[in-house]
């Protein structure tokens, strides 16, 4: 028995940014997960990117969704948090690119877009406060928005963190 309301399935349904549109990883996309993953030495395999969607949003849980670029409909990236509503907590848990689209702008035009989306989604206004990302060591050299302060640095990986409602990307 599903216990999602209508604000969690509104959560759970496509994420429509102004570039990208992402849906939830399913089956189908394994080969081109992967392929995205091939060189990565974290995701070995789409096993951990293919998660069934949570039965409910009041305990912690991962998603992992595909983006695809809206003017041509072409899979980009996948993105897969962590949600941790008991604590009002978002972790970013992994970020792959295309081979094809690296080196694009992708992270960071996703980034901007993706936090203008999480302020609109009523889930995240009632579940959300804080959204902790691990950075890449390529992402260290990134300005972000001011209301992301470095809090913790270890081999080159940043983590960054920043009240949701603080964000301001125009």
Known sequence: MSLLSDTDREFLGDVILPTYTGSTAVESDRAWLDEVNADSVVYDNADALII?????????????????????????????????????????????????????????????????????QTWFQENINISVHDSSPALANVTLDSSYDAINTNRGAITYRANVSDINYD
């Not at 039965?55 to 991962?62: G, I, K």
């Not at 041509?72 to 690119?97: A, K, Q, T």
């Not at 081979?99 to 901007?112: A, E, F, L, S």
């Open 52 to 120: 069934d969607l949570p039965d409910r949003l009041s305990n912690p849980f991962r998603l992992c969704r595909i983006f695809r670029r809206n003017s041509d409909n072409e899979r980009i990236f996948w993105v897969s948090n962590h949600y941790d509503p008991m604590n009002g907590i978002i972790r970013l848990f992994g970020f792959g690119v295309h081979p094809t689209h690296r080196k694009q702008g992708h992270q960071r035009q996703y980034m901007q877009e993706s936090w203008q989306w999480v302020k609109a």
